[in-house]
């Protein structure tokens, strides 16, 4: 027998949801006739994630002189440009056919465009035009992820991409350390300093392997207690662990600081919706005082010991950074810190200190592109956040999570940011794809409109 419901439709061919039908049916089209273009998809997207740890990209006209005051030194053009360009000629047609608006943020975008911008006023218009290069590619995939992740499988594929890479980076991290060498696998290179002890990973610096660690951690954990399958907890769980140990290999006080607020806000959030069994929270905590204890010698000497004056040196650059703002007020320009900043590295007061960019995100922001480079900046990181909190307090138990994970994430990684630059590309691709999953997350679970249906006679 069939359905005895019919679900009107207007006289222009709407849905009550205000979709066109002919549009719902060409959407239907591509994401279910065609799954040669589906899995084409799936490849590229799963290559970006994982290859934004591993970094297969090489830098054209290269600087070193830049790059050894921490500035961008060249144009990335990597294994994940390619795959997004290839994913942009897929998706641009399909869009071009529907007809329907891009989704995106609004301070995301004018923070782009400010730093495009300034490569009009910079001192050094060509490092500018390599930080435009490398956050016009990031804020191309933030796009395509808030506008293409419309299902929960999307997202669980997403998350298993990045479970792995966790999984991965601390397996590796441990092995160079065991060895006390640096490890390649063909243009790869896992990196060991033999010198301070600390391991990096693939992410070519210890302070960027943390920052990424603290952005995956907490949302490994928060997979824990959302209804996701027992085989990605496990895995999760394998990420933990791995990724837990990779964590205090870097030595980087900023991230553990950073990934401990993190998961305690998930915690604290979980336990207090009951989502987060306290059977569960004793096996996590005597887990975590199990990896302290073990660790407990290394964490003691990087908090209490000697840092060789890497804490001084940073007072010192943020104190550059004040002069160089009270003459440029609106700015040096994208990536030219340490152009401005060289002149007054010279003085008296900070001639004998260590030369680098400043070491706090907010600074460098302020101090490049003025106020309201910072502004939008900051705008992004907060609504990124409102939509996080929004999402996590609606009712789905697989993304909502999942969703307090990402959200806890962003709040750990702010700070990560007053202690350090965080413009390398693993660090900033990887910021606006969780924040893009964010927004993709927000909009999957958002309360649906109800179809007005009707009894057929």
């Not at 990031?138 to 992740?149: G, K, R």
């Not at 991965?168 to 991290?173: F, L, Q």
């Amino acid at each position: 027998m069939q359905n005895p419901t019919v679900q009107l439709t207007g006289g222009d061919g709407t849905l009550p949801t205000g979709e066109n039908s002919s549009e719902l049916m060409r959407a239907q089209t591509f994401s279910h006739h065609n799954p040669l273009a589906y899995w084409w998809r799936r490849v590229l997207l799963g290559i970006i994630i994982v290859e934004l740890p591993l970094q297969v990209d090489k830098y054209y006209f290269h600087d070193l002189d830049q790059a050894l005051t921490g500035a961008l030194s060249g144009f990335i053009v990597s294994l994940s440009t390619i795959c997004l360009i290839l994913l942009y000629a897929q998706w641009l047609p399909r869009l071009v056919i529907e007809s329907r608006p891009l989704r995106g943020n609004f301070a995301l975008t004018i923070y782009t465009a400010i730093v495009a911008a300034s490569t009009i006023w910079a001192l050094q218009p060509s490092l500018a035009l390599y930080e435009t290069f490398l956050l016009g590619q990031s804020f191309l995939l933030f796009v395509y992820i808030v506008n293409t992740v419309t299902e929960k499988k999307d997202v669980v594929f997403i998350i298993l991409c990045l479970t792995f890479c966790l999984a991965g980076e601390g397996m590796m991290m441990i092995l160079t350390k065991a060895l006390q060498r640096t490890l390649s696998l063909g243009p790869i290179y896992f990196d060991f300093n033999n010198a301070t002890g600390r391991a990096s990973g693939s992410l070519g610096a210890a302070n960027i392997a943390a920052s990424f660690f603290n952005l995956l951690m907490p949302l490994c954990f928060s997979l824990f207690f959302s209804s996701t399958t027992q085989r990605l907890r496990q895995l999760s769980a394998v990420a933990l662990l791995f990724g837990g140990l990779g964590l205090v290999l870097t030595q980087s006080r900023g991230g553990w600081i950073g990934t401990t607020l993190s998961i305690g806000m998930c915690v604290a959030v979980a336990l207090q919706k009951g989502w987060l069994p306290p059977a569960l929270f004793i096996k996590f905590s005597l887990g975590s005082l199990l990896l302290i204890a073990v660790c407990f010698p290394l964490l003691a000497e990087r908090i209490f010991g000697d840092d060789n004056g890497s804490a001084q040196s940073r007072i010192s650059l943020m104190q550059i950074s004040t002069h160089i703002i009270s003459d440029y007020p609106f700015g040096v320009g994208a990536n030219n810190w340490a152009v401005a900043g060289k002149h007054y590295a010279d003085l008296t007061d900070f001639r004998e200190e260590w030369f680098y960019t400043v070491h706090n995100k907010y600074l460098l922001v302020l101090t490049e592109v003025g106020p309201i480079g910072l502004l939008a900046f900051g705008v992004f990181i907060l609504t990124t956040i409102r939509s996080g909190w929004r999402t996590f307090s609606r009712p789905d138990r697989l993304l909502a999570p999942i969703a307090l994970g990402l959200t806890a994430a962003i709040c750990g990684q702010q700070i990560h940011m007053m202690g350090e630059i965080f413009n390398s590309r693993s660090q900033v691709q990887l910021l606006l794809l969780i924040a893009a999953l964010i927004f993709a997350i927000d909009r999957i679970t958002e309360p649906k409109p109800s179809s007005l249906e009707i009894e057929s006679p």
